[in-house]
């Protein structure tokens, strides 16, 4: 049964009570301090003011060049001038970013319905991780984790990985990523092309090990699961077009330029869960008309993390089975705790899908076929993109269903693994290999051609069983389906 449910509305925060900052620099700060103090001695016991003089005495004896009227040289203000020329090369990187292309991909069996694929496979470094890597280096430098000394560490499937590797060579440190063994070699160049090491592990241990690494050799491990969450708040720069990195901001922007109002739907695959969790607070943040959803794909706790709250404190590393889809979901390594493993956050998607690996690998080949060369969420963001407007074109009274998604690397650096017949011979083996994988193509062609819903006809036709017997999946009727592969909107 398929039903509508839009999950877990966000909540009215309380805001902290900001107290005022500060304008004074570092090096008056000692001797403010020293005043602050002589204004207590006249108001406190004797006993306050032997230890406040006390204090004062020590502070005047421990350094030479230090008297009552003569600030101290400012040490500091030498990492503050490496920080803000650091901070420099980032903005200018913002500017020459500009904006990805919004690309319609008109859907014959759905012509009321506008899909549009942001491509983010044509940032420098190939991906939507651009941003991300952006915002996580400004974060990092703004918040002092990250100096002139600093090897910065990263565990990643690749594409954080390449844009942190980029972003190191602009600020002139070093980097070691830390990958999925199995990492397709075009990726591992990739990084080492900007200057980046590259150590492998395995998938659930790749955290441990960057962690490991950068307390050893006294680097900083950036954590991109733990602080996309964090960093999203760097994305944005008040009311610049351009200077906002945040996709969403650009989205909006950009239909805007062309009278069109904000997407229906956003739907996005998650790994870290910081893209989508970046869309979804914007939304909420500007009160935009924009449903938020999230394609899952099979094995990861994703799905259940966001839609039933599950997975928080219980791992899923039991459910995991490779291949997955590369750089998505999330399960192989313990439970999602938002801020630590995760930033994901789920207040702010709508709705989720959960879907059968080898049907996103399938969808990854249509969509090539009909033009879009794209990577593993690319895959996944048609194919939900496809379900979701089957189901949800008829209830648009006015103007078409518009469904934004992204191409978030492209399909190049996956020749050797998801585009690879038999990779995926071998691989989905598990899942029902070749003939269940040409099943799917087979309902993806047909939703994209005639209108029908890929995720359930598929889930009828194309499981192990049905495939085997391929007479009996000719003769079943399209609307008797099992809801194995669900949905949540
Ligand atoms: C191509 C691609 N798409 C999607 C994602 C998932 O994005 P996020 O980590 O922001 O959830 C990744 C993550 O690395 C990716 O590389």
Redesign the pocket.
Known sequence: MLFFNFVCQVEPRDWAKLEPESSMENGDRKVSQTVTNKKMISKNSIFLISVVLASVTVEVEASDSLTLTKAPSNEKNRDFTWRQQAIQKLWEERKAMGHTPLRKFPIPGMPDVDLIFKDESVTKIG???FR?GWALFMWALLEGHIDQNTTVYEA?????AICESYMTKLIGVPFVAVVPDYTEDTKVNHIKEYGGKVLKADIAARFGKAALEAEKNHGFYMN?FAN?HRAEEFHESGNGELESVNVMHEIVQQLKSQNLKEPDFFI?????????SSVGRYVQKYNLDTKVIMADPEFSIYYDYVINGKFMNESGASLWKTPGMA??GFGYAGPAILGQTSS?QPSVVNGAFKLPDIASTASMHVLREYGISG???TGMNFLASLSLAAKERSKKSQGPLRIVT?L??PGTVYESSYYNISWIKQKFDFHGGLPVFDCWKDVIRNSFTKGSDPLAVGSELCSKEAVKDSASRRSKRETNFSAKFRSVL
Do not use: E, M, R
């Open positions: 991906s939507l991780k991300f990643s499937s690749g594409n954080t991109q996309a996005h695959a998650a790994g870290t869960g910081g893209t989508i750089g998505i994901l990577g593993t969420s992204l978030g690397d």
